[in-house]
């Protein structure tokens, strides 16, 4: 498997950005599916984007369509999520997570590499 550390978190102001980035090692980054999730106090972890091995094809919760960038370098065995025009109901501990190969559906359960997670909070 490959091990996944999120940065970039913190603190920022409704209406600003932060870029989150996913490193990875191990063998074989390319050919991992990479999603984020996000999981705020209380509530189920949820579906932020996901990101196909090449990077050709991604994929976003209706939630922040039109907001987030999923990318990756595989040469740099990074994923990255740029957030934009962030609100507060963005606030969460944000995951990145990895599966090799084919990625059957967009739930936590699909995914078998995890990171440790970044904060992102967002002030009103």
Same mark, same amino acid.
Do not use: H
């Given at each position: 498997?490959?091990?996944?550390?999120?940065?970039?978190?913190?603190?920022? !102001? &409704?209406? +600003?950005?932060? #870029?989150?980035?996913? =490193?990875?090692?191990? %063998? $074989?980054?390319?050919?991992?599916?990479? *999603?984020?999730?996000? !999981? &705020?106090? +209380?509530?189920? #972890?949820?579906?932020? =984007?996901?990101?196909? %091995? $090449?990077?050709?094809?991604?994929?976003? *919760?209706?939630?922040?369509?039109?907001?987030?960038?999923?990318?990756?370098?595989?040469?740099?065995?990074?994923?990255?999520?740029?957030?934009?025009?962030?609100?507060?109901?963005?606030?969460?501990?944000?995951?990145?997570?990895?599966?090799?190969?084919?990625?059957?559906?967009?739930?936590?359960?699909?995914?078998?590499?995890?990171?440790?997670?970044?904060?992102?909070?967002?002030?009103?």
């Amino acid at each position: 498997q490959v091990q996944l550390v999120e940065s970039g978190g913190g603190l920022v !102001q &409704a209406g +600003g950005s932060l #870029r989150l980035s996913c =490193a990875a090692s191990g %063998r $074989s980054f390319s050919n991992y599916v990479i *999603a984020w999730f996000r !999981q &705020a106090p +209380g509530q189920e #972890r949820e579906f932020v =984007a996901t990101i196909n %091995r $090449s990077g050709g094809t991604t994929y976003y *919760a209706d939630s922040v369509k039109g907001r987030f960038t999923i990318s990756r370098d595989n040469d740099k065995s990074t994923v990255y999520l740029q957030m934009n025009s962030l609100k507060p109901e963005d606030t969460a501990v944000y995951y990145c997570a990895g599966k090799r190969g084919i990625v059957a559906n967009w739930t936590p359960v699909a995914f078998d590499s995890w990171g440790q997670g970044t904060q992102v909070t967002v002030s009103s």
